[in-house]
């Protein structure tokens, strides 16, 4: 059984970081790209940042060069490092993993909570 559990989330003031794991588990999390998505209140869940298997990652232009997506594949781990906060960022932050030659993402965690206070 594929599972995936974020963690990392919380309360942070806006300029500060947090940095999110999505742990992987059921699957060759290697042979997978990641992504992460965020959906905020009352909006549609949005692409924030994606990683392939290679290591090319790219990213919502929202987020660059504050954010990092990782992965590290001898502990079937994703990361995602967040800096420079802002209350914009609050949303449920969810990975997802997809197989290299699909578009649709596979299996979803079920998100953790990142709030950002001005």
């Known amino acids: 059984q594929v599972q995936l559990v974020e963690s990392g989330g919380g309360l942070v003031q806006a300029g500060g970081s947090l940095r999110l794991s999505c742990a992987a588990s059921g699957l060759t999390f290697s042979s997978y790209a990641m992504g992460w998505f965020r959906q905020a209140p009352g909006k549609e869940r949005e692409f924030v940042t994606a990683?392939?298997?290679?290591?090319?990652?790219n990213y919502a232009d929202s987020v660059k060069g504050r954010f990092t997506i990782s992965r590290d594949n001898a502990k079937n781990t994703g990361y995602l490092q967040m800096n420079s906060l802002k209350p914009e960022d609050t949303a449920l932050y969810y990975c997802?993993?997809?197989?290299?030659?699909?578009?649709?993402?596979?299996?979803w965690g079920q998100g953790t909570q990142v709030t950002v206070s001005s």
């Open positions: 997802a993993v997809r197989r290299v030659a699909q578009l649709k993402y596979d299996y």
């Open positions: 990683i392939g298997i290679s290591g090319r990652s």
